[in-house]
């Protein structure tokens, strides 16, 4: 576990699940004003690695009010049953067509198996949550965390039916979960999240969405600050069209996932960093690019 203190108001903890290569990969924020929120919480693998965050942050376990979750993704929400013992005044937001998964994991956990298998074995189980600390989450809902700050909701599909960004209005702070992509600061590396099934107008609509919002620093699910929002997203549009010609055109070759991976590292600057990473990390982003081909191949 790692503590990345962002600014007096916020900080991410790197979670660090017992995982080769998902160090600086997973990292749940905690963004502090009156009340305190949890946006995101890792997977059930590494809840005591979150559990040990918070409290080296010194804050008071009662005083987080709300667990903000963009997906229901078990790398992303596996560990909300943990936290919830944890955190007794916490209730948790999350899309509606996301909160039954979270109550009764089963269904969840199965789709996880099927779509990242060993992987999703080494995240562990989520377990459920009762279904009175939900709070469903509308579009354009507003939660006040006192000192004038408040996160508005924003429905944003593409990475998941049911995805969440959410908006600091006050300090323009967007966590996009993995809406704008996944990103690698040290090397520059931006990659699309784009899971099957995808509709690609969806993702594009959404990062529009996002623009319309005006923010003005983006948070990454996976990894971290990048830094100026509009222009990430910008970037990120580009990337995804790209990424639909570059396969499309692959795909009517009759072109093999490897033959489209290549095509796309030729073509697409943003993968230029991919190489300059540690070997357990090249092999992650390669693992995740591969699945995001599949995306646009379906």
Avoid at 26 to 54: C, K, M, T
Avoid at 208 to 226: Q, W
Avoid at 267 to 292: A, I, T
Wanted: net charge negative.
């Amino acid at each position: 576990m790692k503590i990345h203190r962002l600014s007096d108001h916020l900080s991410m903890i790197d979670v660090q699940p017992p995982i080769p290569g998902q160090s600086e990969f997973i990292g749940p924020y905690v963004l502090s004003g009156e009340q305190v929120a949890l946006i995101d919480v890792g997977p059930h693998s590494s809840a005591g690695n979150l559990i040990a965050g918070v409290e080296a942050l010194d804050i008071d376990l009662q005083n987080i009010r709300y667990i903000f979750i963009t997906h229901i993704h078990i790398d992303h929400a596996g560990a909300v049953g943990d936290l919830l013992e944890f955190l007794p005044n916490a209730r948790v937001i999350v899309h509606p067509r996301g909160s039954a998964h979270l109550v009764n994991t089963e269904r969840l956990w199965q789709g996880s198996l099927q779509v990242l298998g060993d992987l999703a074995e080494k995240y562990e189980q989520p377990p459920g949550i009762p279904p009175e600390r939900i709070l469903p989450a509308e579009d354009g809902m507003r939660i006040g965390l006192g000192n004038g700050m408040e996160l508005e909701v924003i429905h944003t599909p593409g990475h998941a039916a049911h995805h969440l960004s959410f908006l600091e209005r006050k300090s323009g702070l967007l966590f996009a979960g993995e809406a704008g992509g996944d990103y690698v600061a040290k090397v520059d590396l931006l990659r699309p999240a784009t899971p099957p099934p995808l509709i690609v107008e969806y993702k594009l609509a959404s990062i529009d969405k996002l623009l319309e919002r005006k923010p003005i620093t983006i948070y990454y699910a996976h990894f971290g600050s990048g830094g100026d929002a509009q222009s990430k997203l910008r970037r990120y549009k580009e990337q995804l069209k790209l990424w639909r010609s570059v396969v499309s055109e692959a795909v009517r070759n009759g072109a093999q996932s490897e033959e489209i991976f290549s095509a796309l590292m030729e073509k697409d600057v943003n993968l230029e960093g991919l190489k300059k990473l540690p070997e357990d990390q090249y092999q992650r982003e390669c693992y995740f690019m591969y699945n995001s081909i599949k995306g646009f191949v379906g």
